[in-house]
């Protein structure tokens, strides 16, 4: 018996069967597979299982544990994310929601031309109700003298990554002593998703079905998220601002609306241009993979170029006022 038929039959009972089991793309230390089940009496269940793979060391972030009691924590919270059946430190067993995780599909395709429009309000109410969500819920309650009482500072944490690659980024250096000269004040900390934007959703016609990839969740200013979601290399090559579906202002006012505190322009902007330089570091270490043997791969190569997209676009928001402006905004 292996172990999807453990973990099944540990969920339904013994006499439950796996007839159908599909291995997805993606993820190098771990699997996912999307399962049909059928249980006695004529029961169906469409799942997802996710695994660790054995003896792959572990990917960056939470632990598969740890993502699951997020996931309880948000539904609780109010975020659509697929309802976990069954957990364990190695796997997580859960609902298999229908729709379009493509971003290309999403803002393309005439089935999403409805949602489209819909799409950076739900973010607004989806981020709302992830900032809602209590910071237990990231880690299990620790000794008073193991809690960190602020979160790591990202600008530090980022410039130590930088630092280590060993390659000189003029321009990334620039964007992080702009950053460290501009930054906002401090806000309250909340949960943080760690990777909110379009191709962490899944969509369907009607608009977000479900939020995923919770792996990076941490504590942060909420801010973070917002920008991330608005960083250009999420939009695809849509000329809207937030996930390539929509305006600056349907976002800001849904998370208002919905409960997240008032939203400081100039910070939201420092958060976007934070993303930016962000994504573009990963991107250089991503390359860096592929280029010191670390792994061999096609697609880790392929984004060496990312790089100097990043970097242009973070001259642009480091020098020019952006296409779509937030109003008030003095950068």
């Given at each position: 018996m292996?172990?999807?038929d453990?973990?099944v039959?540990?969920?339904f009972g013994d006499?439950?069967?796996i007839?159908?089991?599909?291995?997805?793309p993606?993820?190098?230390?771990?699997?996912?597979?999307a399962?049909?089940v059928?249980?006695p009496?004529?029961?169906?269940?469409?799942?997802?299982?996710r695994?660790d793979?054995?003896?792959?060391?572990?990917?960056a972030?939470a632990?598969l544990?740890?993502?699951?009691r997020?996931m309880r924590?948000?539904?609780?919270?109010?975020v659509p994310?697929p309802?976990?059946i069954?957990?364990?430190?190695t796997y997580?067993?859960?609902?298999r929601?229908?729709?379009?995780?493509?971003?290309?599909?999403?803002l393309r395709?005439?089935?999403?031309?409805?949602?489209?429009?819909r799409?950076?309000?739900?973010c607004?109410?989806a981020?709302?109700a992830i900032?809602?969500?209590?910071?237990?819920?990231?880690q299990?309650?620790a000794?008073?003298d193991?809690?960190?009482?602020e979160?790591?500072?990202?600008l530090?944490?980022w410039?130590e990554?930088?630092d280590?690659?060993?390659?000189p980024?003029?321009v990334f250096e620039?964007?992080?002593?702009?950053?460290a000269a501009t930054r906002p004040r401090g806000?309250?900390?909340?949960?943080v998703?760690?990777?909110?934007?379009?191709g962490n959703?899944?969509v369907?016609?009607e608009?977000i079905?479900a939020v995923l990839?919770?792996?990076?969740a941490?504590?942060g200013?909420p801010?973070?998220?917002?920008?991330?979601?608005?960083?250009k290399?999420w939009?695809?090559?849509?000329?809207?601002?937030?996930?390539g579906?929509?305006?600056?202002s349907?976002?800001?006012?849904a998370?208002?609306?919905?409960?997240?505190?008032?939203?400081d322009?100039?910070?939201?902007?420092?958060?976007?241009t934070?993303g930016v330089?962000?994504w573009?570091?990963?991107c250089v270490?991503?390359?860096?993979?592929?280029?010191?043997?670390?792994?061999r791969?096609?697609e880790?190569?392929?984004?060496g170029r990312?790089?100097?997209?990043n970097?242009w676009?973070?001259l642009?928001?480091?020098?020019e006022?952006?296409e779509?402006?937030?109003?008030?905004?003095?950068?």
């Amino acid at each position: 018996m292996n172990d999807r038929d453990t973990i099944v039959r540990e969920a339904f009972g013994d006499e439950a069967a796996i007839e159908a089991a599909v291995r997805l793309p993606g993820g190098a230390s771990r699997e996912t597979w999307a399962l049909d089940v059928s249980t006695p009496g004529g029961g169906r269940h469409e799942l997802i299982l996710r695994l660790d793979s054995p003896g792959a060391a572990p990917e960056a972030g939470a632990g598969l544990a740890a993502e699951a009691r997020l996931m309880r924590a948000a539904a609780g919270a109010g975020v659509p994310v697929p309802r976990i059946i069954a957990c364990g430190e190695t796997y997580i067993l859960m609902t298999r929601v229908p729709g379009e995780t493509i971003p290309r599909k999403i803002l393309r395709d005439d089935a999403y031309a409805a949602a489209r429009p819909r799409l950076a309000r739900q973010c607004g109410q989806a981020l709302a109700a992830i900032h809602r969500m209590p910071l237990s819920a990231l880690q299990p309650p620790a000794p008073p003298d193991e809690r960190q009482a602020e979160p790591q500072d990202p600008l530090l944490q980022w410039r130590e990554v930088l630092d280590q690659l060993g390659e000189p980024h003029p321009v990334f250096e620039l964007a992080l002593r702009r950053l460290a000269a501009t930054r906002p004040r401090g806000r309250r900390h909340t949960v943080v998703h760690g990777d909110f934007r379009n191709g962490n959703l899944i969509v369907g016609p009607e608009g977000i079905r479900a939020v995923l990839d919770w792996e990076l969740a941490h504590a942060g200013d909420p801010l973070e998220d917002l920008g991330w979601l608005c960083v250009k290399a999420w939009r695809f090559g849509s000329p809207l601002p937030v996930g390539g579906f929509g305006g600056y202002s349907d976002l800001v006012h849904a998370y208002e609306e919905a409960g997240g505190q008032a939203v400081d322009r100039d910070a939201l902007r420092w958060w976007e241009t934070f993303g930016v330089l962000k994504w573009g570091v990963i991107c250089v270490m991503q390359t860096m993979r592929h280029l010191r043997g670390g792994a061999r791969s096609v697609e880790l190569a392929a984004i060496g170029r990312r790089v100097c997209e990043n970097e242009w676009d973070l001259l642009r928001l480091l020098r020019e006022r952006p296409e779509h402006p937030l109003p008030g905004v003095r950068w």
